[in-house]
């Protein structure tokens, strides 16, 4: 069974940062769209960002400019940079994989998604 494990969330201050990785199999790596999202309490899970098979990436625009998603091939590995950290950011952040290349204009719905992991906690206080 594919496997997705984030790690890197934190408690940290209004305008900090946090750098969350996600660990998977080189089968998922190198064959899917890998992304973001979140969820807060009471909210729907939102799609924050991605990257393709062919590095391309997309952002919401809730944190286009904030945060990075880039992925580091040799080691299997997505990350999500996330700078000036707002309350609001507050969530249990997900890293999630769909087989690519996808042809979506944005980051896609999370129901479109095949795998996820377990989460990671970012809390951020004012």
């Known amino acids: 069974q594919e496997q997705l494990v984030e790690s890197g969330g934190d408690s940290v201050q209004a305008g900090g940062s946090l750098r969350l990785s996600c660990v998977t199999s080189e089968t998922i790596a190198s064959t899917c769209w890998m992304g973001w999202y979140r969820q807060a309490p009471g909210t729907e899970r939102e799609g924050l960002a991605g990257?393709?098979?062919?590095?391309?990436?997309k952002y919401a625009d809730s944190v286009k400019g904030r945060f990075t998603v880039s992925k580091d091939n040799a080691k299997n590995t997505l990350f999500l940079q996330m700078n000036n950290l707002m309350p609001e950011d507050t969530a249990m952040y997900y890293c999630a994989a769909v087989p690519g290349p996808i042809q979506a204009p944005r980051v896609p719905s999370p129901h479109g998604m095949d795998y996820w992991g377990k989460g990671t906690l970012v809390t951020i206080s004012a």
């Open positions: 990257i393709d098979i062919d590095g391309s990436t």
